[in-house]
C-alpha cells in the first residue's frame, strides 16, 4: 500500500517532535557523574570560605590601621535580616508567577553582569599583582566628579583610584562576563557565583559571635520553612538565571561542557556560613596562640555538614535546606571548642570593633 501525503506528513512531524524531546531530556545521572558533580560542589564551595577567610583579616587589619570603621551588622539587623530576605523571596516568587521570567531574567542578567564584572576584578586584583611582571608599570590614575567645578564652592561627588593591575583585571572580568552574557554558560556562572562568594566573605562583617549566632539561628528557620513548608524557595532556585548559585553537570562524563543535567548550591549556603567562619579566623588572630583552632574545627564541621546535605538529598531525592545541617555544625562546634578549651568568655566577648558595637547597642 502506498502513502498518502497525509501520512508522510505525519511521520515527519512525529520525527521531528521526537528529535525535539531528545535533545531536550536531560541525561539520567550516573554514580560516577553524581560523584563528580557533587564533589566538585563541594570543593567550590570550600575554596571560597577558606581563601575569603584569610583575605578578611587583611581587609580588617587594613580597616584599623586607616581608622576606618566598617558598616556592621547589629544584634536588631540579624534578627530582623530572615525577615527582609523572607519578603524578597516571596517577592520574587510573586514576580515569576505574574511576569514572564524571560524579562525579569534579562533585567537580572543585565544587573548581575555589572555586579560580577566589579567583583571578579576585586577578587582577581591581588593575584594578578602578584603574577603581573615587574617590567610592566604600574601607573595609578583617578576619576573624579566634581559639582562646579570653575567655582570656589566646588564639591567632589564622587571619587575612584585605580592602577594597571585594576584595568588588567577589568579585561579580564569583562571578557567573561561578555561570554556569560552571551550564552549564559555553567562555568561563566559559577566563575561570577565563586567571585561573589569570596568578595561575601571577605567584605561582610558580623563583628561579634552573639550577633553571627542570631544570624545563623534566624536564617536557619528561614531555609527549613520556606524549603519543606512551601515551593517558593525551590521555584526560584530553578526560575532564577543568575549567578546566585553554583552549578555543575551530573552528566559531564557523557556530554562534556555541554551537559544540561545541573546539580546546584546556592551562593547562600557558601556565603552566610562563610563570614561566620571567616570571624572565627579573626578570632583566632586576636588570641596570639599560634593557631587557627576555632576555624579549623568549624571549616570541617561546615565540610561535614555540607556532606550530610548531599547525602540526605540522594537517598530522600528532595531539596534540602542546606543551612538545616551547616547552621548546628558551624555554630555547635566553636561553643563545643569553646567550653572544653575554657574560652567561652573570650568567645562572646571578642568583637572586632567594639567602639561599633556599644553605639549599635545604646541604639538598640
Known amino acids: 500500500m502506498e502513502a498518502t501525503d497525509g501520512d508522510v506528513l505525519q511521520q515527519v512531524v512525529e520525527n521531528v517532535t521526537e528529535a525535539a524531546k531528545n535533545a531536550t531530556t536531560k541525561t539520567p545521572a550516573t554514580p560516577e557523574g553524581m560523584a563528580v558533580a557533587y564533589g566538585s560542589l563541594v570543593l567550590m564551595a570550600l575554596l571560597p570560605i577558606f581563601y575569603g577567610s584569610f583575605r578578611s583579616v ?8 586607616s581608622g576606618e570603621v566598617p558598616d556592621t ?13 523572607s519578603a524578597a523571596l516571596f517577592g520574587l516568587y510573586i514576580f515569576f508567577q505574574v511576569f514572564s521570567k ?15 564584572i566589579l567583583a571578579m576584578t576585586h577578587m582577581l586584583s591581588p593575584i594578578v599583582e602578584n603574577l603581573l611582571p615587574s617590567r610592566i608599570p604600574r601607573a595609578n590614575f583617578r576619576l573624579l566628579l566634581t559639582k562646579n567645578p570653575s567655582s570656589d564652592a566646588k564639591d567632589d561627588l564622587w571619587e575612584y583610584t585605580f592602577n594597571t593591575v585594576t584595568i588588567v583585571c577589568l579585561g579580564i ?29 571577605e567584605l561582610l562583617h558580623l563583628n ?13 528557620i528561614y531555609d527549613v520553612f520556606w524549603v519543606f513548608g512551601t515551593n517558593v524557595m525551590v521555584t526560584v532556585a530553578k526560575s532564577f538565571e543568575a549567578p546566585i548559585k553554583l552549578v555543575f553537570p551530573q552528566d559531564i562524563l557523557e556530554r562534556g561542557l555541554g551537559a544540561t543535567n545541573f546539580a546546584m548550591l546556592g551562593l547562600g549556603d557558601i ?15 586576636s588570641l596570639k596562640r599560634g593557631s587557627n583552632t576555632y576555624f579549623n574545627f568549624t571549616f570541617l564541621a561546615y565540610f561535614l555538614g555540607l556532606l ?31 567550653l572544653i ?11 572586632d570593633h567594639p567602639e561599633k558595637q556599644e553605639e549599635d547597642n545604646k541604639e538598640d
Open 58 to 65: 587583611t581587609y580588617h587589619k587594613a580597616q584599623k590601621e
Open 73 to 85: 551588622m547589629s544584634h536588631r539587623d540579624a534578627a530582623m535580616f530572615p525577615l527582609f530576605a
Open 102 to 116: 524571560e524579562y525579569i531574567n534579562m533585567l537580572l542578567t543585565s544587573y548581575f553582569f555589572v555586579l560580577g
Open 173 to 201: 572580568s569583562s571578557v567573561i562576563g561578555v561570554w556569560y552574557l552571551l550564552q549564559k554558560h555553567w562555568v561563566a556562572n559559577n566563575v561570577f557565583g565563586l567571585a561573589f562568594a569570596v568578595n561575601g566573605v
Open 208 to 220: 561579634s559571635i552573639i550577633t553571627g549566632c542570631i544570624l545563623l539561628g534566624g536564617l536557619f
Open 271 to 285: 556565603v552566610i556560613p562563610g563570614i561566620f567562619i571567616a570571624l572565627l579566623l579573626r578570632f583566632d588572630t
Open 308 to 338: 550530610a546535605t548531599i547525602f540526605v538529598m540522594h537517598v530522600f531525592k528532595h531539596a534540602q535546606p542546606a543551612l538545616l545541617y551547616l547552621v548546628p555544625a558551624c555554630v555547635g562546634t566553636p561553643l563545643l571548642l569553646g
Open 341 to 351: 578549651k575554657g574560652d567561652l568568655n573570650l568567645l562572646f566577648q571578642y568583637e
